[in-house]
């Protein structure tokens, strides 16, 4: 059963930058995406990012682009970060990150949230103005 653990959430100060991360376990086989989703009270859950361990391709969502980037740790590719910075108060969030079996030849991994199987249970981000 795959398992996914968020951490590295806390409270900054607009402008600030964080880095989160995503340890995931349990793979049957070595093709997955693993994307990040934010969700804010109130609000949908919304994709911000994803990506692939068939070729290392990261996709956006309009949030995430030009300020969040998303890597793996390592080659092991079972640790995934999301880099965020200048961040602002309404980045303010519970973060997810999740995870999806995807075919072995490369594909894009949009980071649509119905798409995902395996979910984490979420690190809250606050940014204060």
């Known amino acids: 059963q795959v398992q996914l653990v968020e951490s590295g959430g806390d409270t900054v100060q607009s402008g600030e930058s964080l880095r989160l991360s995503c340890v995931a376990t349990?793979?049957?086989?070595?093709?997955?995406?693993i994307g990040w989703f934010r969700q804010a009270p109130g609000k949908e859950r919304e994709g911000l990012s994803a990506?692939?361990?068939?070729?290392?391709?990261?996709?956006y969502g309009d949030s995430a682009e030009g300020r969040f980037t998303t890597t793996f740790r390592d080659a092991a590719k079972n640790t995934v970060y999301l880099q965020m910075n200048n961040l602002q108060p309404n980045d303010t969030a519970t973060y997810y990150c999740?995870?999806?079996?995807?075919?072995?030849?490369?594909?894009?991994?949009?980071?649509?949230?119905?798409?995902?199987?395996?979910w984490g249970r979420g690190t809250q981000v606050t940014v204060l103005p």
């Open positions: 999740a995870a999806r079996y995807i075919p072995s030849t490369p594909v894009v991994v949009t980071p649509m949230v119905v798409l995902y199987d395996y």
């Open positions: 990506i692939s361990s068939v070729d290392g391709g990261a996709y």
């Open positions: 349990g793979f049957s086989r070595d093709s997955y995406a």
